[in-house]
């Protein structure tokens, strides 16, 4: 095992002798009641020991994909203090106390990853609130709107990204849509197709405030900038509910098990995707502040409580003997222990995805 702990690639471990490793446990075995748990990817190639009572509870239910982006991460050479957060997010706390009553307040530290689940759920969410403010007022006028470019076996994901922005810039110009539309969300979703060859399958999804898109005529106007690719969807939305439910599924959703589980298109996506908007607003809806932008969002609601320090932070002063400390850190375990209980009893970690086809 490597000084950090983390990983030992197999060929080192072959080179040292070590004795052959078991398969990787199928999902159906049971869980390990042993201390550490032996974990090979195949996709990485790297085997992890991992202390599964060490792992934050948030991060357990997709642990093996988690493996995977982490091991695109050292392939595609990502810096090392993003890999770090990655790998620690939500290993420490931040502690807040208010002044009056001593009330304990934890906020997990979180890396807010693009590809980190937990992170990309509660960032969708966060969008979605923010977006609500926009959405309330056009209940009416709302209407989902999905466009998609065809694509081919010889196309990387960038020339199809590009594809995909260029003919929507085009489309936003035309007559058609500028008199028709005043503004929306865009969200961006990129998958693996298995058809025609197998190739990247990028797509819009779009929240649009306006009157009604003629579907025959967006198909036409589509093709026409696309060159290819007439492959157009429009609903109007009925419910309110729907649109929030809309904006949280797609608002940051960079991985799909359609390619995190394979290597080579793993690696793709996560060098194409450094950068690029998966959510951007349009129109009249352009300049709504979205919480995905703010680094400081985990803390903003406490404003008027102390900040005590990270977990990590009053140990070594409880170690120290600092009996303030130790106070706030039996308060900080009391709260922890209940918000687990409770979690547990209404819902699972975020669970991994379904099986997807292994490397060929």
């Avoid at 009553?101 to 990309?120: A, M, S, W």
């Avoid at 949280?248 to 690029?276: C, H, I, N, Q």
């Avoid at 998966?278 to 985990?298: A, I, N, Q």
Wanted: charged share 30%; glycine share 6%; aromatic share 8%.
């Amino acid at each position: 095992m490597s000084a950090s702990g983390l990983a030992v690639s197999g060929e080192a471990a072959t080179a040292a002798g070590a004795e052959p490793l078991p398969p990787p446990p199928s999902p159906l075995d049971p869980l390990e009641t042993t201390s550490h748990r032996q974990h090979l990817s195949a996709d990485c190639g790297d085997i992890y020991w991992v202390n599964p009572d060490a792992v934050a509870w948030d991060h357990r239910g997709w642990h093996d994909d988690r493996m995977r982006i982490y091991g695109a991460m050292r392939r595609t050479q990502v810096s090392a203090s993003r890999i770090h957060a990655f790998m620690h997010c939500r290993d420490a706390h931040h502690v807040f106390r208010e002044p009056t009553t001593g009330e304990i307040e934890v906020r997990p530290e979180t890396c807010k990853d693009r590809f980190c689940l937990p992170c990309g759920q509660l960032r969708s969410r966060r969008i979605a609130q923010a977006l609500e403010v926009r959405m309330k007022p056009a209940a009416d006028r709302l209407m989902f709107i999905t466009l998609t470019v065809r694509g081919l076996p010889t196309d990387t994901l960038a020339e199809q990204i590009e594809k995909l922005k260029a003919a929507w810039r085009g489309l936003r110009k035309l007559p058609g849509w500028s008199n028709t539309v005043s503004g929306g969300a865009v969200m961006l979703e990129v998958k693996w197709s298995k058809t025609a060859g197998g190739h990247w399958h990028p797509h819009y999804h779009i929240i649009a405030e306006g009157r009604w898109v003629d579907r025959a005529w967006l198909k036409a106007a589509w093709y026409a900038l696309t060159g290819d690719s007439d492959q157009v969807d429009v609903q109007r939305i009925d419910e309110p509910g729907k649109a929030l439910s809309y904006v949280t599924k797609y608002a940051s959703k960079p991985m799909d098990t359609s390619f995190t589980r394979r290597r080579w298109l793993l690696d793709e996506a996560m060098r194409t995707l450094k950068g690029v908007r998966l959510c951007s607003l349009f129109g009249t809806w352009y300049g709504t502040p979205l919480k995905e932008e703010s680094e400081d969002d985990e803390t903003d609601v406490l404003t008027t409580w102390v900040y005590c320090g990270s977990t990590r932070d009053l140990e070594c002063r409880a170690e120290r003997g600092d009996g303030e400390a130790r106070n706030i850190l039996r308060g900080v375990e009391r709260q922890l222990a209940l918000r687990h209980a409770l979690t547990e009893r209404c819902r699972r970690p975020p669970p991994d995805s379904l099986p997807a086809d292994s490397d060929t």
